[in-house]
């Protein structure tokens, strides 16, 4: 029993607590706080007040129902898109509903270990993947602190992918072509980018057989849980709307932002995350060519397809970020 009982060991015990505390401060911050009463004033919820009203977004039909209904419109809406990531919400909701039965309270903490546990084992899997030092565990802990104590839209999605990313990097070092398979076919399901995770194979093995396999499996399997929405996909606007979006800084804002608040958003979103993949591209004169060719396919859908200021897909750089520090080889055979 002490065998297992080291320092390392000891900081992943320490770091699954604190990945708690770090998701449960974000969910506190972000959450309403304050009721509006019938004379206009603001009331502070009470802490069972707080949790039962997020208990009810949790379980909340309508904001599931727009997902989980097949009909689907291009309307130029970024929400189009989720209409293929029904899968997720679909468990989600059960697993929110089936715990809701056996307490009313419980969709509150049930949301706070689902995405706490999906972090810790990404990290879990990363050492398994990269066997991290403890400077790693750190610069994953801090990673994970900076991007929640931003406002942060859809960080389900994010999580799970940043997950199944790390999953697939392990799978296609190990040339475990099911559990890549596998792995793959859920990040799909989760958020279309998922398709991007697909080249992760290629990073560690040059059989572009075995890559083109994976990718019909991978592509029939996504097709087929999404064949209602199939008039909707071959709209490349369904995918990438060119619309201006309320609430949201994209492309077509940027003339309209402050010189400070651009540089903010630059530095936040894209100098520091990519910025750290490119100094050890240059430190450790990386050579891989899909590896580099991933990066430079998230920067453009973070570019074109998503807010500018969406903190929250950066967790899906996570992965590669370690990866740049364990380089893999120009390329595998």
């Not at 900081?11 to 770090?22: D, H, M, P, R, V």
């Not at 904001?63 to 009909?71: A, G, M, T, V």
């Not at 900076?146 to 990313?165: P, R, T």
């Not at 075995?210 to 008039?231: A, D």
Request: proline share 2%; net charge positive; charged share 15%.
């Amino acid at each position: 029993m002490f065998k297992y009982f080291n320092e390392k060991n000891f900081i992943f015990l320490i770091s699954f607590f604190l990945i708690i505390f770090i998701f449960i401060n974000y969910i506190h911050n972000s959450s309403e706080k304050f009721n509006v009463t019938n004379e206009g004033n603001f009331k502070l919820f009470s802490n069972l007040e707080f949790k039962d009203n997020i208990n009810k977004k949790l379980l909340n039909e309508e904001s599931y129902e727009y997902i989980l209904n097949k009909d689907c419109q291009v309307t130029g809406n970024m929400h189009d898109r989720h209409k293929v990531r029904w899968v997720k919400s679909y468990f989600l909701k059960n697993i929110f509903q089936f715990f809701d039965r056996l307490n009313s309270n419980s969709p509150y903490y049930v949301n706070i270990l689902i995405h706490s546990f999906i972090i810790f084992i990404t990290l879990i899997f990363l050492n398994k993947t990269f066997n991290l030092n403890v400077a790693h565990i750190f610069l994953f802990l801090f990673y994970i602190a900076f991007v929640f104590q931003h406002s942060l839209g859809e960080y389900s999605y994010s999580i799970f992918e940043m997950f199944f990313l790390t999953i697939s990097l392990l799978a296609s070092k190990k040339k475990n072509i099911i559990l890549f398979v596998v792995t793959t076919s859920l990040a799909v399901l989760n958020r279309e980018s998922g398709f991007i995770i697909l080249l992760t194979w290629l990073i560690f093995n040059k059989n572009f057989k075995q890559f083109f396999l994976i990718f019909i499996i991978v592509f029939l399997i996504f097709i087929f849980l999404n064949f209602k929405t199939i008039n909707c996909m071959i709209n490349p606007k369904f995918f990438i709307p060119f619309e201006h979006q309320d609430g949201q800084v994209n492309l077509t804002d940027i003339s309209s932002i402050g010189g400070f608040s651009f540089l903010k958003l630059l530095l936040i979103n894209f100098l520091i995350p990519f910025g750290l993949v490119a100094y050890n591209f240059y430190k450790f004169k990386i050579k891989n060519t899909y590896f580099g060719l991933i990066v430079l396919i998230y920067l453009a859908t973070f570019i074109i397809a998503t807010p500018l200021h969406h903190v929250a897909v950066r967790l899906i750089l996570l992965p590669l970020i370690f990866l740049s520090f364990f380089p893999p080889k120009e390329q595998a055979n």
